[in-house]
């Protein structure tokens, strides 16, 4: 009964992800947007850390360096927030400007927002990820330290 | 692209290029920094010139606010002193940081940390000299007073210095809340933060003295002046070149810079001015008599610092062109001595007067290099120092006698601490010591051989200062200030000649007065105002031990502290505001049963969680009521809401079983038994909170127009390229608030590593 598990969530890990950037794609358009897409990942690689152990979960570079992950969203969103201004555009201008003509096809848009968004998912992934390894840390500590 | 804020743009690129130099050789993040500043230095050269500009970028231009900078020939003297004595104490710090680290037993990686520290303050200072707008010079302000807390405690292991860091910060910054004070009465006054606004409006309307007290409060604060200037000689407790840099060209000058830089404001207020010529002559005083006794040979030069300072001010006040000069002509000669005793103290391992001297004869070129930075400081001819005095005298002689010999005593002790301070490490007896590192002589000599060049061409000088006196003055008229040698019978060289006179008889004389004004000084440090500042600190200790006792007796009152202040507040709103109709009960209609079952399911939950006998329960209770609600959006068609919140909570349910998980099940069984205890005010404090939210959503959700916002955030979520009105209203129409709380994010996200961190290293 156990032993399908582990390997379940191992593939289930990609499929996952693969959801959660397609929520952030296709967040300006429909439903979806950074902050679930980066929750949802967060979610992916906490079934990682429960099923099969920190050591196992942290394999993956994205979950290593999640905390710098955060930082890199965080230079995201400011970037797309203050470039404009050297521009001489007021901060947080998206490009294209309203009125200008749209690109992307159906669901996607191709907009500065989807960067702004990116910056949204990585903090929250970064957020996320960093607290569940920090407790996953702080969990096997105190275990080892019951004889 | 304008190309005003390259120079700035530089040398805020220093302390990262140093970072990443460090990561890879330790020795590499100075050289990296120092050339950075020495590049910066360069640009803002080239720029300079090409005479005053301004930059101007909006920011939220229906408050008014806009990021603005300046270039004119203040912000460029202070720009270029901060750079050049910035590389040269970074230069330095390359040869002195390795041996303090050893001796402190840190590791050498702080080094790096150091210049990152040291090379950002020099960053702030840059902006803060370059900014024209009100609320931005604020925050450069800020800037650098949390980044000379940090370099001023670097030595982070020894009580004083952290206990000489706080009280700089204290100090500094509530004078620099008093500033903001001021400045937020300007821009309410004035209508606008930008500096030149503020100054073409003042001219008509003038702004009022209590304004300009809080401005000039804050700038008291930060140049150390008396009723505040006893945080510069603790911070002594910093490394040296720290010292060197702060106390001579940056976070000292900053005080004065602001005052010159907001003087179109002060020039009209005669009172105010009054005020400040006497606290700058009283500074004058004060610092002299100190430094007259002062034994380590940085306390010295701290005391020396105020003093000088304190003729800035009174130049200042005077409304005289030579203001600027002479805080420039200081800082390299004060730096110099600064490094002069930070590199004594490295090779004899002394911090005393009374236990050095006699160098002269070891260290040659220290001992030259010095003397040209003590006679500049002195005001001696052939040296830069000699024209701050000149230009010092010449004000002084305008106002009258009185202010003549006040002068005249002034720089007349201050040649005679300079002359105490140089003869007592440099003169006397042969003493032997070993030979000094070169990187530790050479800054020394380019600070000195700078001091002599602008004494021997001081028609090199003439140019800049005259620009910055004219940035400075009202309405920017040109400046008549001259600079050269003139041998004739004149009130300046009268003046100079019998301060020399003056200087060396007190040098002479210093065994017959030094006891009798020891003791002066001691008596008066007893009752100053750092004994009022002890006092304080103690007092709101005791207050705020007293409040936190109150609040963490246990979880629930520290729930209830917060929950009943805002619970009487939502009251007080409802109870003020003139609302008609302000409750109206609603209709239920078929279509909203989902609705209403999913409330219920919602409320249900709520109403378990009293009854909830675990931690785990609870837990799980509290997600139930926040799943429930995500089924209220979907019902409500928002599945972008509802996606959201099903997905951030059940992230924070696991994450919070997670928490569970970690904390000792014997803290958790007693909290739970401590919680259950039957407590009548718990009721009150649950009454008034609930009441207060329920007529607070009750009101809200009487008043709701669907036609006021929605509709037409909708029209404009299409306009924007974003259908999806949620990602529209985040991204683009509030896209800066989202900015602002995922930096909150982010520096919750440390806090909560740090903190768990903390945890693993207290088990392990």
Request: glycine share 10%; with cysteine; net charge neutral.
């Given at each position: 009964m156990r032993s399908f598990v582990p390997p379940l969530s191992r593939v289930l890990l990609w499929p996952s992800l693969?959801?959660a ?17 980066g929750a949802l990942a967060g979610l992916a690689v906490l079934l990682q850390y429960v099923v099969a152990g920190r050591e196992q979960a942290r394999r993956y570079v994205a979950v290593r360096y999640a905390a710098l992950l955060a930082g890199?969203g ?48 990585l903090i929250v992934y970064g957020l996320v990820v960093t607290v569940i390894d920090r407790f996953a840390l702080s969990t096997a500590r105190g275990e080892d330290d019951v004889p | ?104 037993g840190r590791p050498?990686r702080d ?45 982070r292991e ?387 031990t007293?409040?936190h006792e109150k609040e963490v007796r246990d979880l629930r009152d520290r729930v209830a502290s917060v ?42 939950a709520a109403?378990a969680t009293l009854r909830a006998r675990n931690h785990l329960m609870l837990v799980l209770l509290i997600s139930c009521v926040g799943f ?17 919140s099903v997905l951030v909570e059940t992230t924070f349910t696991l994450l919070f079983a997670g928490l569970l998980a970690l904390l000792p099940s014997r803290r958790l069984e007693r909290a739970q038994q401590e919680a259950q205890k039957p407590r009548?005010?718990d ?61 909150v994010v982010l520096a919750a996200l440390l806090g909560v590593t740090s903190l768990l961190k903390l945890n693993a290293k207290g088990k392990g």
């Open positions: 693969m959801i950037l397609s929520l952030w794609m296709k967040g300006g358009g429909q439903v979806g947007g950074g902050f679930p897409a890199v965080l230079l995201l969103l400011v970037g797309t927030a203050f470039l404009p201004v050297l521009a001489g555009y007021t901060p947080v201008s998206l490009f294209p400007r309203p009125g200008q003509p749209e690109l992307g096809a159906g669901a996607f848009h191709l907009h500065t927002a989807l960067v702004f968004e990116g910056g949204l998912m | 692209m304008p190309v005003l804020v390259l120079p700035i743009l530089l040398a805020l690129a220093c302390a990262p290029l140093a970072y990443l130099a460090g990561r890879w050789r330790t020795g590499a993040a100075a050289w990296a920094g120092a050339s950075c500043a020495m590049a910066a230095l360069v640009a803002l050269c080239w720029e300079l010139m090409q005479g005053p500009a301004r930059l101007v970028l909006p920011w939220a231009p229906t408050w008014g606010l806009s990021l603005e900078f300046t270039r004119d020939g203040l912000s460029g003297l202070y720009a270029a002193m901060a750079l050049l004595v910035g590389a040269l104490v970074v230069v330095y710090s390359r040869a002195y940081m390795p041996h303090h680290l050893a001796k402190e050498a080094e790096v940390r150091f210049h990152v520290l040291l090379l950002s303050f020099m960053a702030a200072m840059v902006l803060l000299v370059t900014v024209d707008d009100l609320l931005l010079l604020f925050v450069a302000l800020d800037l650098t007073t949390i980044v000379s807390y940090l370099l001023i405690g670097f030595d020894d009580p004083e210095s952290r206990a000489a860091a706080l009280l700089s910060l204290v100090l500094t910054g509530a004078t620099s809340v008093v500033f903001f004070a001021g400045a937020m009465a300007l821009g309410l006054q004035y209508d606008t933060f930008s500096l030149p606004l503020v100054f073409e409006r003042a001219a008509n309307d003038p702004p009022s003295t209590g304004a300009l007290v809080c401005l000039a409060v804050g700038a008291l604060g930060k140049s150390a002046q008396v009723p505040f200037h006893f945080w510069l000689p603790r911070a002594m407790a910093a490394p040296t070149p720290v010292s060197s840099y702060l106390h001579s060209a940056a976070m000292v000058a900053a005080g004065v810079f602001l005052l010159q830089r907001l003087y179109p404001l002060f020039a009209p207020a005669v009172a105010v001015r009054d005020g400040l010529l006497a606290i700058g002559l009283l500074s004058m005083t004060v610092g002299s008599l100190m430094a007259l006794v002062a034994d380590p040979f940085k306390r010295v030069l701290a005391y020396s610092t105020i003093a000088q300072y304190g003729y800035a001010l009174v130049l200042v006040a005077l409304g005289s062109e030579g203001a600027p000069l002479y805080v420039a002509a200081h800082a390299p000669c004060k730096a110099a001595l600064f490094l002069t005793a930070g590199a004594i103290t490295q090779v004899t391992g002394k911090k005393k007067l009374s236990e050095v001297g006699g160098l002269r004869h070891s260290l040659p070129v220290l001992a030259g290099a010095s003397a040209v930075g003590a006679a500049g400081l002195a005001a001696l001819p052939l040296t830069v120092g000699f024209f701050k005095d000149e230009v010092f005298f010449h004000a002084l002689a305008q106002r009258g006698p009185a202010f003549m010999v006040a002068g005249l005593v002034g720089a007349g002790l201050t040649l005679a601490y300079t002359l105490r301070f140089w003869w007592g490490l440099f003169g006397g007896p042969r003493q032997d010591a070993p030979a000094a590192p070169r990187l530790l002589v050479a800054p020394v000599v380019v600070l000195a051989a700078s001091v002599f060049v602008g004494g021997l061409l001081p028609g090199l000088l003439v140019a800049p200062s005259r620009a910055a006196a004219s940035a400075s003055m009202v309405h920017g008229g040109a400046s008549s200030l001259e600079l050269a040698y003139h041998l004739d019978a004149r009130a300046e060289n009268l003046l100079a000649v019998g301060a020399w006179v003056l200087g060396a008889a007190l040098f002479a004389t210093r065994r017959a007065w030094t006891p009798g004004l020891t003791r002066l000084v001691e008596g008066g440090s007893n009752f100053g105002p750092a004994h009022g500042y002890r006092l304080l600190l103690h007092q709101l200790d005791r207050l705020s007293w409040l929950l009943v202040p805002t619970g009487l507040l939502g009251m007080t709103v409802l109870w003020v505001t003139p609302l008609r109709d302000r409750f109206i009960p609603g209709t239920v209609d078929w279509a909203d049963v989902t609705l209403v079952m999913a409330l219920a399911f919602a409320s249900a109403l429930s609600l995500a089924m209220v959006f979907a019902f409500a068609a928002a599945p972008d809401v509802a996606l959201t009548g005010r009721r009150i404090s649950a009454g008034i909170a609930g009441a207060s939210a329920f007529l607070l959503s009750w009101s809200a959700l009487s008043h709701l127009q669907a036609d006021r916002v929605g509709t037409q955030t909708v029209k404009l979520a299409e306009v924007a390229h974003s259908p999806n009105v949620v990602a529209a209203v985040l991204t683009d129409f509030r896209g800066l608030d989202t900015v602002g709380e995922m930096s």
